[in-house]
């Protein structure tokens, strides 16, 4: 999920903590995913993904294709129509991908991803948390490590 952010408006920049967060992920990529060179980023288009994308990008030379497609549902999306969306990005998935999004398309699309989860007593992801799915199995839901 995208860092910190200054204050609740529409789309809102990160805070002075929330672009802290983004420099303790990338050293917390860098160190922990050998092959990191593989991976693809992608981000909401949101300017705290965007943010939050490029500080990753900025210290670990993954790039991030920014896209709509990763955003939280959109305004005249029907709740049906966000998740054909959610299905069509995770069949479209690269197997090794990092994505900067918002909750609710971290919680249904990691909840489609894995089988058999019980996603039921997640209320929320904090802020700059990692959701980690590997194999079809959670390994972790919005582990805060920043």
């Known amino acids: 999920r995208h860092a910190q952010v200054e204050d609740d408006e529409h789309d809102p920049k990160l805070s002075e903590a929330g672009r ?3 420099k303790k992920a990338s050293s917390f990529f860098s160190e922990n995913i050998e092959d990191l060179d593989q991976y693809r980023g992608f981000s909401s288009p949101l300017q705290r993904c965007v943010e939050t994308s490029s500080i990753i990008s900025k210290n670990t030379n993954l790039n ?18 966000f998740l054909i969306r959610l299905r069509s990005v995770l069949h479209q998935l690269p197997e090794k991908s990092i994505i900067v999004s918002h909750c609710k398309f971290i919680l249904n699309l990691a909840q489609m991803a894995v089988e058999n989860a019980d996603f039921s007593k ?6 700059l948390s990692v959701t980690y799915v590997n194999h079809k199995e959670l390994k972790w839901l919005g582990k805060k490590t920043f």
């Open 122 to 127: 997640c209320s929320g992801l904090p802020n």
């Open 64 to 81: 991030f294709e920014t896209n709509e497609r990763f955003s939280d549902p959109l305004e005249q999306e029907t709740p049906k129509d």
């Open 20 to 22: 802290s967060q983004g």
